[in-house]
């Protein structure tokens, strides 16, 4: 899977700044807008909101990939952050995260989004890509180095 198609450069952010998982799922649906403008942030929320409640997305190591499904269309979005300080998230080692790849995908494309999910989950399982992307002092460097696979 090649995430040059997945993403975007305006929707990879470095050192945001938040202090809770709500506000940064507000930030990431607030991105996800942009790219989805018949898609109301609230709705993007509601999603990532609804998936949070069947189990946290923080998969540990300071970790997490928040996703929803939507109705209403075809386009999948990914959006990547890295954050200036580690937040709480309710993470399955209970470590802060700082580290979020955010993903929407329309609700028919069960299999594609457990594809895309797999690949993403096994790319940040490379320590040294992750310490890499944790390092990066711009937006565009970040994107860089998710893209460079």
């Known amino acids: 899977m090649s995430f040059k198609t997945l993403m975007s450069e305006d929707c990879t952010k470095c050192a945001v700044l938040f202090n809770s998982k709500k506000r940064i799922l507000e930030y990431i649906s607030q991105l996800a807008h942009t790219k989805l403008p018949d898609i109301s942030q609230h709705e993007i929320l509601d999603s990532l909101m609804a998936r949070e409640k069947l189990g946290s ?3 540990g190591k300071g970790i997490a990939i928040p996703h929803g499904r939507l109705k209403n269309t075809q386009k999948t979005v990914a959006i990547f952050l890295v954050s200036k300080n580690p937040i709480q998230y309710d993470s399955i080692d209970q470590k802060p995260v700082d580290v979020f790849f955010a993903l929407l995908v329309p609700e028919e494309q069960c299999k594609e989004h457990l594809s895309t999910l797999s690949a993403v989950a096994s790319m940040l399982d490379d320590k040294s890509m992750v310490k890499r992307l944790r390092k990066a002092d711009t937006d565009q460097e970040l994107f ?6």
């Open 57 to 59: 997305t923080g998969i």
């Open 144 to 149: 860089e180095i998710m893209t460079s696979n």
